[in-house]
């Protein structure tokens, strides 16, 4: 099965709202990072947290990492409409080629207002 | 400074035609990724360069598909004989520094291909 999965696959809630959306993964990480993709477009990277790091934040962005469940949150708080995008988790191996992403099928996230 | 610039933006190709993807990466980053996205699903990794070398091929097909990253000019990933299933959105990303775990990859905006 598939490497990194994000539920939900979809999430709609309205403006000022907060957001969580989860990560699985299946192999041993040395961090996962989030990116955030509006429609049509490139990706951005939001946020990096290492193995060893358990939380982590960044303006409204909070991150959890829970390596013994291979699992991670994003949370956004007091969302905005601007918000609204889809959101990859991405992992980078252990082993291997070190710089290689392995991304998750990401939350589609729509803010109304 | 210009972020990594990817062209055509859109590419439309009937089948058994070439297809030629260019990226040029952020000044001052050496070191190249193409992704492939293909409709609501996620990137899949496709192939790592540096200048001159291919550091990593895992994720591109044995067949049809191949990059490279010059001394000079852009990364260029082509597809040869195209086929519907090679419509996507193809990714390319760099980063400034060796193979690092923390290197951040920048985005280029993509280009997609319709094969039609």
């Known amino acids: 099965s598939q490497q990194g999965e994000e539920d939900p696959q979809a999430l709609s809630i309205q403006e000022g709202e907060n957001a969580t959306m989860n990560c699985s993964y299946k192999t041993s990480i040395n961090n996962l990072q989030w990116y955030r993709q509006n429609s049509g477009r490139g990706l951005v990277h939001l946020i990096l947290i290492r193995s060893n790091e358990r939380e982590k934040h960044s303006g409204r962005l909070r991150v959890t990492l829970d390596t013994s469940k291979k699992s991670s949150s994003l949370l956004i708080t007091a969302s905005r409409a601007a918000d609204t995008a889809s959101y990859f988790c991405a992992t980078v191996p252990n082993t291997g080629t070190a710089s290689k992403l392995t991304f998750g099928t990401g939350t589609r996230l729509q803010v109304t207002l | 400074n210009a972020g990594v610039m990817q062209n055509p933006r859109h590419l439309v190709r009937r089948r058994g035609q070439e297809a030629r993807l260019r990226c040029s990466p952020m000044k001052g980053h050496s070191h190249v990724y193409w992704y492939r996205q293909l409709p609501e699903e996620g990137l899949k990794f496709m192939v790592y360069?540096?200048?001159?070398?291919?550091?990593?091929e895992s994720g591109m097909p044995k067949e049809r598909f191949s990059a490279e990253f010059p001394k000079e000019g852009p990364s260029i990933l082509r597809i040869q004989q195209v086929v519907r299933g090679d419509s996507a959105a193809y990714f390319c990303?760099?980063?400034?520094?060796?193979?690092?775990?923390?290197?951040?990859?920048?985005f280029g905006p993509g280009t997609r291909l319709t094969v039609l």
């Open positions: 990303a760099s980063s400034p520094r060796p193979g690092g775990p923390d290197n951040e990859q920048f």
């Open positions: 360069l540096q200048k001159e070398n291919i550091i990593d």
